[in-house]
């Protein structure tokens, strides 16, 4: 078969070789084509229909592009030599263990632990032929199963690999930066030179910003931007009120077919998106409430927000951390069904069915990781980039954290209910609704 050059609406041409493209050419691999890269973001950005399969292989060229970088700026011609084929594999299949709409159930509303943190999905995409064979016959599926799992003690080579693929700036990352940006049609972009900062010191990826020994302004600014890029996405993207709302739809949905035992929970693992969607609604046909929502969701009439709380900080007054914490241990975790039981009472004080009534609750800790990549700026060791007090980055971090919102959503259609609702979710939730004071400015 040899190597074969596949054009990339984002990188270009990109050159996998043979061994690779038996990985690619499996079933496993190919359902990835069938699975969006942003869930339900398709509901606001039309042309964000990018999938999995393409940044599985965007990847595999951003950890070429890495591992090229480093060897050459460090001066270690050598570095990884023998684990090459491990990283690559490795890297396009980092997203193999993806279910529908993932991240919305396993970070969102937290129906199934995350995808990279199972090891029976792991077990089940890689312990099993044809790809299980391939990864024995090519010597490496140990190696890649050790990459994956970041709960195994592993050795230098090993935790390089991992730091590559998915460290604070990593292929991963620049990977869907690009992509995520591109498709939703937002003129946004990093500049590759960020390529020819990266070296490695003490056996990790480093963002070296000098230049003969001297402190290189420039190479920070870069940096910066990658984060401003990050923050801008998660801002515009990955938390706009949208997508939010659609996955919460979807999710209360999936939830209500797994409750009735309509779904199982294993059978997702051999769905794509519109499988999924398809099987949910067949199986939910006598399920009033779960129909609803899949209804709804089909006709993109998105619940409308009733109740909203945010952090204290840059916008001004907000919750304070300590209640952002306890709304994430309640709503978030699910602490002894919280968010359900609070859906029922206001649906019940509302005189509505339980599903037209929708809580969200993201994680409290919404940090910017990348601010913690390692950066090398005099002769001594490497500090991270948060370290250096840059205001900027300090002004990025907070704004991140900012973005944290808590809402309460109902049917659309049903607006006339909206002050009564926030009236009881100030009740049941125990804080001022901030769309009220909103009204009140």
Known sequence: MGA???????????VLDEPEMEVVDTPAFQRLRGIKQLGTSFLVFPSAHHTRFEHSLGTCWVAKRMLAALRRQ???????????RTL?????????????????????RRIFPRHDESPERREYFLGRPPLSEILDRQGVRQQVLAVLDRNVKAGEDVLMMREILAGTVCADLLDYLKRDAFFCGLRLDYDERLY?????????????????????????SELVHLLRLRYTLTERVYYHHGKVVAGAMISRALELALRAGRLKREELLNLRDDSFLYLLGERCRGDEEASLLLNDLQARRLYRCVYLLRPAGIQGAG???????????????????????????????LGLRPAETLVYCPSARMALQEARV???IDAGPPVSLSDLRYPE???????????????????????????RAGEACEELIGERNMLAERGRE
């Not at 074969?4 to 990109?14: F, L, N, P, Q, S």
């Not at 993806?98 to 919305?104: E, K, L, N, S, V």
């Open 196 to 220: 020819r900062y990266l070296t490695a010191v003490a056996g990790k990826p480093v963002f070296d910003l000098q230049h003969r020994g001297l402190f290189r302004p420039d190479a920070l």
């Open 4 to 14: 074969k050059t596949i054009r990339d609406a984002v990188h270009g041409d990109i």
């Open 319 to 349: 919750v304070k951390p300590e209640v952002e914490a306890d709304l994430e241990r309640r709503f978030h975790r699910n602490e002894g069904g919280m968010r359900e039981a609070v859906e029922s009472e206001l649906a019940s004080r």
């Open 74 to 84: 460090s001066g270690q011609p050598n570095l990884l030599r023998a684990q090459e």
């Open 88 to 108: 690559y594999i490795a890297a396009l299949l980092h997203d193999v263990t993806h279910i529908p709409f993932g991240h919305t159930f396993e970070d969102e």
């Open 374 to 376: 390692p950066v090398k």
């Open 393 to 419: 980055v300090e002004v990025l971090q907070e704004k991140h954290r900012a973005l944290w919102r808590f809402g309460v959503f109902l049917r659309r259609g049903l607006e006339s209910l909206a002050e």
